[in-house]
């Protein structure tokens, strides 16, 4: 169970984001390890003359993942995960956790009985490991022709690993960001991007679309094992015509096929409906593949968490989780 989600490094781009500390919970046992790696945030609310915490999974996919673990002893290990980690926050005075479990792996199946889960949405991806032509088995024959049009008129592509840097691609991300009036979260900003180029550098795959030499689109994804995950991207409104966000998705799926790739990671829609517009439209490079993805919302210290909910004059279980900070409009971000 790798992918660049588990990476500390992955995390620590969320600290200032977040107000935070990315960090990790090495549990080891006799039948297996497990690593859990969150963000750690003050709680801006002053209870009993104590700094109390809550933590969540860095911004995408995560959880609690078994490292290994001798053949039928999962629950076994589980369970005395559990214990070890409720008492690590009431050590840490930790008070409540909100837990975003990977959809590509059984991370959120192996921890069902410490945490309760919730269906947040599908998510979908492009196959390439069991497809000769996943262009032809996963796309939609509407995209499919978008794509031959816009080759045939001259668009070009091109994939660069580890970039040396991504000024161009701010340029017209941000723009995007602009003309959608996205919400504050999705603007990274200039540190995020260079942090992200120090020390993943060489898990970024940038895919640029070109039209008579000019960018008219670009992609900033990660690559990480067997697994490519679209991240952010961007593309020229005056050049929608051409269908560049098409031409991105065919570019991934070549360099993928030549790289050993086995999955293009795409995620889901804004909401969990299953007519969602973004689901949609993600699914048309994706027919045939689906991932469950789940979260849980869980609180450590149930005491303390009323406590803060009427300090800050809220009712437990009302409004975002956790509802202490819903009135300070500190709730967790979306994911896309």
């Known amino acids: 169970m790798k992918d660049i989600y588990f990476e500390r490094d992955y995390g620590r781009l969320y600290e200032k984001i977040e107000q935070g500390t990315c960090e990790v919970f090495e549990f080891q046992h006799p039948v297996g390890n497990v690593s859990h790696l969150f963000i750690k945030r003050l709680i801006p609310v002053c209870i009993n003359e104590e700094p109390y915490y809550d933590i969540s999974t860095p911004y995408g996919y995560g959880g609690p993942r078994i490292i290994n673990c001798q053949e039928g002893s999962e629950s076994q290990l589980v369970h005395a995960f559990h214990g070890a980690f409720e008492e690590y926050c009431r050590k840490e005075n930790i008070v409540s956790e909100f837990v975003r479990f990977h959809p590509l792996f059984t991370n959120a199946q192996d921890f069902n009985s410490s945490y309760e889960l919730t269906f947040r949405r599908y998510t979908t991806g492009t196959n390439l490991k069991d497809y000769e032509d996943p262009i032809k088995s996963e796309f939609s024959k509407s995209k499919q022709k978008s794509i031959r049009k816009a080759l045939a ?72 094992d067997k697994f490519i995950h679209i991240h952010l991207s961007g593309t020229m409104e005056e050049f929608h015509h051409l269908s560049p966000a098409f031409v991105m998705r065919q570019a991934l799926v070549m360099w993928g096929k030549e790289n050993g790739i086995e999955l293009i990671h795409e995620g889901g829609g804004v909401t969990g409906e299953i007519d969602d517009p973004l689901y949609l439209l993600k699914k048309q490079f994706g027919k045939n593949t689906e991932f469950k993805y789940y979260v849980s919302y869980k609180i450590w210290n149930q005491k303390v968490y009323e406590l803060l909910c009427k300090t800050v004059g809220t009712e437990v279980g009302t409004g975002s989780f956790p509802t202490y900070r819903s009135k300070k409009n500190l709730e967790e971000p979306v994911v896309p």
Request: aromatic letters at 16%; a negative charge; proline letters at 3%.
């Open 153 to 224: 008129a001259g668009v070009e592509y091109r994939v660069t690993v580890n970039p040396p840097d991504l000024e161009e691609f701010k340029r017209i991300y941000y723009r995007t960001m602009g003309r959608k009036n996205a919400e504050a979260v999705y603007y990274f900003n200039d540190d995020y991007f260079e942090e992200m180029l120090q020390h993943l550098g060489k898990n970024i795959l940038l895919v640029e679309v070109l039209y008579e030499g000019q960018a008219i689109a670009m992609g900033l994804n990660m690559v990480y």
